[in-house]
């Protein structure tokens, strides 16, 4: 049997719960249509199982961890304001990876995650370390022309002079 790669499953799993979103009936009084409680009953896994099999929580109760977790909206944005890069300046030091999920990013590591980030205006913001589970390791600026900076207040307010 051959193995489907993340992407491919990732792939078959949202098709999947965009066909069951969509409806597959011929009725076109029914086609699309769900109840609440069939939206709450949840999709099946690819092996048939139900989520509160795989994770042993109801729909509902995944929903509401997803929901403390993530917030009620996920949005990506692209570049990082400029007013916001401050306020991440000011606490570098205690920076997690979560606190860069907001933003779109571009992964140049191999064998570490380096995360590239674009500023608002001109510029990157460079992300380093060898595991999401543990704060950054090295996060670093690049300006324009490809000089390197500390992050911090002091090097952010140099590089928009």
Known sequence: MRKLTSYAVVSLILGLVLLAMVGCSDNPNTAGKQTDEQ???????????????INGMEYSQWLEHWKETYGSEVSVSGNIPINELKSLSEKAASLHWKDFDQYAFEDIGSGVYIRKYEIE?????????????????QITMVDAEGKEWVFNPESLSELLK
């Open 121 to 137: 205006g001109e510029g990157q913001l460079v992300v380093r370390g060898k595991s999401l589970e543990n704060p950054p390791e």
């Open 39 to 53: 939206t709450a009953a949840g999709e099946y896994s690819i092996e048939g199982k139900t989520l509160e099999e």
